[in-house]
């Protein structure tokens, strides 16, 4: 009975989400449109190291990549936990199942920083011999990477200040108020990818 704002889709997929609004990126179409940007540079064993399945803006970045790529090779699907050495161990695999990849969708910055040092590790070159491209556009991570990382963007900010705004419109509505957001990403290109 407290008003309240989810940050980010709650729940399952698929589950009711209309009992507290939320504010979310498009994770799906930044999702879509990091892979489309990779197949556009005509890149053929395009990986994805995925977030925690457990979270939805995971799963939702997983179901981008499949939309793009639904016949993708599932040696090319590796599971990572949002960390830089979750990123590490998933690129470390990917290369072992796969050493033909030469591009990567990581689903969060951190995830693909750890990627591309093992990338570095293995004797890779980014973008050359790897393409990469990251989600978030943690511009401390993004611009401090060897190379810049391109990245799909969501404007954190901007959606929790829109969190406030809708939070404050469910205080003067009594608790009822305004449906639940999702804000659009955009492709930062820089010289992963």
Known sequence: RVPAVYGGRPGRPGAPTDAVPFVDCDNRGGAREAVRHLAGLGRRHIAHIAGPRDQTSALDRIDGYADILPDADPALLADGDFTVEGGARAMAELLERRPDVDAVFAANDLMASGA?????????????????VGFDDMESVAEATDPPLTTI??????????MVRLLMERLEDGGAGPESVITPTRLVRRASA
């Open 116 to 132: 591309l040092r093992v990338l570095r590790e293995w004797g890779r070159r980014v973008p050359q011999d790897v393409a990469l």
């Open 153 to 162: 963007r969501q404007d954190v900010v901007g959606m929790g200040r829109l």
